[in-house]
């Protein structure tokens, strides 16, 4: 699999068993794509943003994200950017 951000090698990280739960670290970016059903992507990343930014830490550093994800209203495309501490959205698209 290769990284939709960077183009960037993937390995396979976590479900390597579930058909619908394969996701994948991107080697170059640290970036993690694939597709997994929602309740597992809301395990990784929240939908609301990161909170985390202040004066004296105004650039934090972001990590891209783009999954397929399987919910109860069929198949989403999620991407964008999150704060990997506090697994808050940076960044939507
Ligand atoms: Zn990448
Ligand atoms: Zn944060």
Redesign the pocket.
């Known amino acids: 699999m290769t990284c939709p951000g960077c183009n960037g090698k993937g390995k396979q990280i976590t479900h390597p068993d579930a058909p619908l739960g394969t996701v994948y670290e991107c080697r170059k970016c640290h970036g993690l794509f694939g597709s997994l059903y929602l309740g597992e992507f809301y395990q990784l990343v929240r939908l609301t943003w990161?909170?985390?930014q202040t004066d004296s830490a105004p650039d934090?550093t972001g990590r891209y994200f783009d999954f397929e994800t399987l919910g109860s209203h069929g198949v989403d495309r999620r991407h964008g950017w999150f704060?990997e501490?506090?697994k808050?959205l940076l960044q939507v698209g």
Do not use: A, M, Q, S
Request: overall charge positive.
């Open positions: 990161c909170r985390c934090l704060h501490p506090c808050g």
